[in-house]
Nanobody, 114 residues
Framework: QVQLVESGGGLVQPGGSLRLSCAAS????????MGWYRQAPGNQRELVAV??????DYVDSVKGRFTISRDSAKNTVYLQMNSLKPEDTAVYYC?????????WGQGTQVTVVS
């Protein structure tokens, strides 16, 4: 079982920045993917960014603005969010795939408003 602890959400004005962090319990052995999903009210959960040994992928709407990174030694994944827009407002969920099991964080609210 992997426990995920997220931090870094909050309220920010359009054009601002936030950095989300997600620390996974246990070792990084067997972790094949770490990433972030988000869900806005009335919308389905969507993949925002994911990092795998092969590289990182982003949803088109955040390319050039968001950067995902991973610290394997700390078993932590980060999401640097720049040039935030009101449409980025959502609950952001950390995601880890270890071996063949998926794990989710509790979610952290990101609100972008003038």
């Amino acid at each position: 079982q992997v426990q995920l602890v997220e931090s870094g959400g909050g309220l920010v004005q359009p054009g601002g920045s936030l950095r989300l962090s997600c620390a996974a319990s246990g070792s990084s052995f067997g972790v094949v993917a770490m990433g972030w999903y988000r869900q806005a009210p009335g919308n389905q959960r969507e993949l925002v960014a994911v990092t795998r040994p092969s590289g990182a992928d982003y949803v088109d709407s955040v390319k050039g603005r968001f950067t995902i990174s991973r610290d394997s030694a700390k078993n932590t994944v980060y999401l640097q969010m720049n040039s935030l827009k009101p449409e980025d407002t959502a609950v952001y969920y950390c995601y880890v795939r270890k071996f063949t099991s998926d794990y989710w964080g509790q979610g952290t609210q990101v609100t972008v408003v003038s």
